[in-house]
């Protein structure tokens, strides 16, 4: 927070210097570059990596990367409306940093009962921008992946301690998700498009709770709100209804039966997490019951007749004297 007082402080100076010194894009919007760079002009197609503030006439902080605590990424495309900063981007070069004025009356034309009001009319919306990085469309997506694969190889390796650590034997699925029956029952397993009755309690691999349907685990965990119910949970199976992991274990276990679920991020919310308590590329740990099933009309399997086969009948010869 110091620092991006300290460099807002430093964009309201040089503004305020540059007042008489911003040019004029074909949509309206205002823009000076106050450290310009030498180099080749930011490219169509290209992605940049950049930081940006977004504030208001009075220097109130809307969005800030500085307080998101990472750059963001943009592929440059041409420009659709005079808030996308696609008309100011390939006029810059990497290094470059610039102030845009984008008129709020332009922005909100025709859509004033949308204008809040730290925007009246005749201000202005300011971005502050400095580019840090350019990349062909290719190579971000190579960066990209080599991260991701990255990350994944971690959470990998994560989860595997944590089955070691708990001296676990799993069974493991072609999708990769593990599984391991704690109570088994001879019951019938469900179908897809059942409703099942599912009590579970689900945490991450660090063991802190982030969700279950019962009571008593809710209170040793410090998560228990008197403001919803404790009952088993209804899921209609198979239908994408639920994460991935759960449609597909769900459907190997007993009516009657526990088990406990290592869901890989794949499986469950990915590269977005969930909420505060599920991070991106999380392994998830839940123990589940499947207490009943309340099976829909299947239709009936069709059984194919198997083709019958006539042998030939061989004719007897009787031989004539």
Known sequence: MKYLLIFIAFIVAIQAKAQGDFQTTPKGALYHIYTPNAGPKLKLNDVITFNFIEKTDKDSVLRSTYQMGSPVQAQIQPSQNIADLMEILPLLTVG???????????LFKGHDNVR????????????????????TLQE??????AQIAKIKALESADAAKYIADHKWVVNTTASGLKYFITKASTKPKPLKGDTLLVNYAGRTTDDKFFDTSLPDVAKSAGIFNEA??????????????????????L???????K??????????YGSQGMGDGIKPFSTLIFDVELVKIKPIKHPATAVVAKPVVKTPVKKKIVKKN
């Not at 470059?96 to 332009?106: F, G, L, R, V, W």
Request: net charge negative.
């Open 96 to 106: 470059d940093s610039s102030i845009i004025k984008i008129p709020t009356d332009t």
């Open 116 to 135: 809040p009001a730290f925007f009246p009319k005749g201000s202005n919306l300011i971005m502050v921008i400095k580019i840090l990085k350019e990349q």
């Open 140 to 145: 971000a997506m190579a960066e990209r992946d």
């Open 228 to 249: 919803r119910p404790y009952e088993p949970l209804q899921v209609n199976v198979g239908m994408g209804k639920v994460i991935p992991g759960w449609d597909e274990g």
């Open 251 to 257: 459907l190997l276990l007993n009516e009657g039966s």
């Open 259 to 268: 088990a406990t679920f290592i869901i890989p991020s794949d499986l469950g």
